[in-house]
């Protein structure tokens, strides 16, 4: 059963920064999945931040316009493991972080991971 374990969330203060990872162990095909991590504040709904298409599509990124600039997405296919460097971190910024992976195709695939809490206060 392919799952998604979310790790590095914590309490950072305004300007800092945090890395986030997202491991996927038992992934036969890691590198062939689109990796994308989203956000959900308190009352607000979940979006989009930052996301890396698969390793045949090219490892294109792509980011929200809030975190442009700010946050960076990479995947190291070897260590199954997809990473959210978020520097210069804003209080706006907190929220929970979720990991999605997505495959796309004749048998698509969808995998959630269970968050990780990521509060930007002083």
């Known amino acids: 059963q392919e799952r998604l374990v979310e790790s590095g969330g914590g309490l950072v203060q305004p300007g800092g920064s945090l890395r986030l990872s997202c491991a996927a162990p038992?992934?036969?095909?890691?590198?062939?999945?689109?990796m994308n991590w989203y956000r959900q504040a308190p009352g607000k709904e979940r979006e989009l931040v930052a996301a890396?298409?698969?390793?045949?599509?090219?490892?294109?990124?792509d980011y929200a316009d809030s975190v442009k600039g700010r946050f960076a997405i990479s995947r190291d296919n070897a260590k199954k493991t997809a990473y959210l460097q978020m520097n210069n971190l804003k209080s706006e910024d907190t929220a929970v972080y979720y990991c999605?992976?997505?495959?796309?195709?004749?048998?698509?695939?969808?995998?959630w991971g269970q968050g990780t809490q990521v509060t930007v206060s002083s």
């Open positions: 038992s992934f036969t095909f890691f590198s062939a999945y689109g």
């Open positions: 890396i298409s698969s390793s045949g599509s090219g490892g294109i990124t």
């Open positions: 999605n992976a997505v495959l796309k195709g004749m048998t698509p695939h969808d995998y």
